[in-house]
């Protein structure tokens, strides 16, 4: 149970960070001293992004900065907000795909991450069946071209967007049909949405044996993780709180225990502070605590 553990480069991008976003060398830098083993990579400006690094060179420099650090990458979240993949043409999204499809390639990076982009909304069935059912085609589209690469697709499903509920994330993945089209569960998203059902519309969805239950309901279909502890709130009313590691409702030891069969043969495991103003110093103090926990649910 040794897996690579990674930092989200988003963290000092976003919310606190949004003003005065970290660059990415200096994001590099904090990992190496804090005893990161990679990153996990913004595609957010001025993170890297496909039109920041357009050619063949401009990217193999790129991948031998990171390496100058003795980092690698776990995998790359993309900028999909100008096309919902439920809302909008297919080949729209699949251009957009393409693209980050082929800048992965360039950057040796096997994971690409997406949501739905669409904020939680109560709809009319037929409504609801049409775009659940455009966002499978989609994905499933997007799983055949990342496969062709042997690459992954994988969904960070979330409070803060549709599809929200434990039933519809295990529909949805079951919907596409992939061995290229897998489920990102985080700890604190799998909370916030399986056990205290944030953001649910209509009838609340919970689940009593909580976020191991969660994942038991997914089994065989998550294939990337991310670690963050759950205060039971939102950030902003809109996503899960990211907390400091053993400030929150999650038991790590227990959990990563119960969960060792489904995560323990993962390449990379990536800490994920996103809206955190403290991420610089509780950053540092993730490694410890998540190689303890390893330690401990052997």
């Known amino acids: 149970m ?15 960070f949004a003003e005065d976003p970290w660059s990415f060398t200096r994001i590099l830098q904090y990992a190496e001293q804090a005893g990161y ?31 100058s650090y003795g980092l690698g990458i776990s995998g790359y979240a993309p ?24 800048f992965c390639t360039d950057l040796g990076i096997d994971t690409i991450r997406v949501d739905t982009v669409s904020h939680p909304e109560q709809l009319p069935e037929d409504a609801y069946e049409d775009r659940f059912k455009t966002l499978a085609l989609t994905w499933r589209a997007s799983a055949e071209m990342a496969a062709t690469k042997n690459m992954r697709i994988v969904w960070e ?10 039933s519809e994330v295990k529909r949805l993945v ?3 049909n992939h061995p290229a089209f897998l489920v990102l569960f985080d700890t604190s998203h799998a909370y916030m949405s399986g056990v205290v059902g944030a953001r649910q519309t209509g009838e609340k969805e919970l689940l009593s044996g909580g976020i191991v239950e969660y994942a038991r309901l997914l089994e065989g279909h998550i294939g990337h993780f991310h670690l963050i502890d759950s205060d039971g709130t939102l950030h902003d009313e809109e996503t899960s709180t990211h907390a400091a590691f053993g400030a929150g409702e999650i038991d790590f030891q227990a959990l990563l225990k119960e969960l ?8 990379w495991w990536c800490v994920d502070f996103c809206f955190n103003a403290e991420v610089e110093e509780w950053g540092r103090q993730a490694v410890p605590f998540i190689r303890k926990a390893m330690k401990e649910a052997e």
Not at 7 to 14: E, H, K, L, Q, V
Not at 157 to 166: A, I, M, S, T
């Open 2 to 16: 040794k897996p690579k553990i990674s930092i989200g480069s988003w963290a000092f991008a976003f919310g606190p």
């Open 37 to 67: 083993d990679g990153v996990e990579m913004n595609g957010f400006a001025p993170h890297p992004t496909p039109d920041l690094y357009p050619t063949a060179a401009s990217r193999q420099a790129l991948l031998e900065e990171i390496r």
């Open 79 to 102: 900028d999909f907000t100008s096309a919902p993949p439920d809302r909008s043409e297919p080949a729209v999204y699949l251009k957009l795909m393409e693209g980050y499809i082929d």
């Open 157 to 166: 499903f979330e409070p803060g967007f549709w599809l929200n509920k434990p």
């Open 174 to 176: 079951e919907a596409v």
């Open 260 to 267: 060792k069969p489904v995560v323990s043969g993962m390449e």
